[in-house]
């Protein structure tokens, strides 16, 4: 079975500092990772996700992770973050063809 | 542009009232999900349907039924018998035996029960 653990519930950061939302998983298995964005009363959007190969994932709105494989981590990172950042931030696995299971999510509030 | 379009954005119904949620999607895609979501809670898995004409239970299931009958569409029915319906509710969708496909979200339907 898999599980997603995002180790802070709520996180917040001052406007152009860097941010960095941690996610660890447990899997017996290869997995695919994903990162999604919810802004208020709206649904999930994919920010990035990985499948394979380079470590080092790019997505929207200048947001990267890097999957470790040793530290079983998917942590989401961004070098300067905007108030339209503000949002809830979840981490999913999925392995194979199967369901994606959730992480309880981290809301980013980002202080002017 | 193809997606998912969930309906109404909001809704109230009294208590002990039965209530249908909307969720139809152009992508294509045979599978779709409803997750309900609570402050602090993520997201919850209710049902899923792999393919047209069949759904299997999520983790919350009770007091909740879901039909599907066509491809496209797969509306979630909160009854009577769930105790605490006051949620968002999250349609999504993906295409089924892809590995790493992730999923589509629709924008979602608050429920709010008085």
């Known amino acids: 079975a898999q599980s997603v653990t995002q180790l802070d519930s709520q996180v917040p950061v001052f406007e152009e500092a860097p941010v960095e939302l941690r996610c660890n998983y447990s899997?017996?298995?290869?997995?695919?990772l994903f990162w999604y964005v919810q802004y208020p009363n709206q649904g999930l959007q994919l920010l990035l996700k990985y499948l394979s190969g380079s470590t080092l994932v790019k997505g929207i709105n200048g947001f990267e992770a890097e999957f470790n494989k040793s530290q079983t981590s998917f942590h989401l990172r961004k070098p300067s973050v905007h108030i339209s950042d503000t949002a809830e931030y979840f981490c999913a696995v999925q392995t194979g063809a199967n369901n994606l299971f959730f992480g309880t999510g981290t809301r980013l509030t980002v202080i002017p | 542009d193809g997606g998912i379009t969930q309906s109404p954005k909001y809704l109230f119904r009294k208590e002990g009232q039965n209530v249908t949620l909307s969720c139809e999607q152009n992508l294509n895609h045979d599978a779709m999900y409803w997750y309900r979501q609570d402050p602090g809670q993520g997201l919850r898995l209710i049902y899923y349907s792999q393919i047209v004409n069949d759904f299997q239970k999520g983790d919350i299931a009770e007091g909740y039924s879901v039909s599907r009958e066509k491809k496209e569409s797969f509306p979630l029915t909160v009854t009577s018998a769930q105790k605490n319906p006051t949620a968002f509710y999250l349609c999504?969708?993906?295409?089924?035996?892809?590995?790493?496909?992730?999923?589509?979200f629709g924008s979602g339907t608050r429920l709010t029960v008085v």
């Open positions: 899997s017996s298995v290869s997995v695919y």
């Open positions: 999504a969708s993906s295409i089924r035996r892809r590995t790493g496909s992730g999923y589509t």
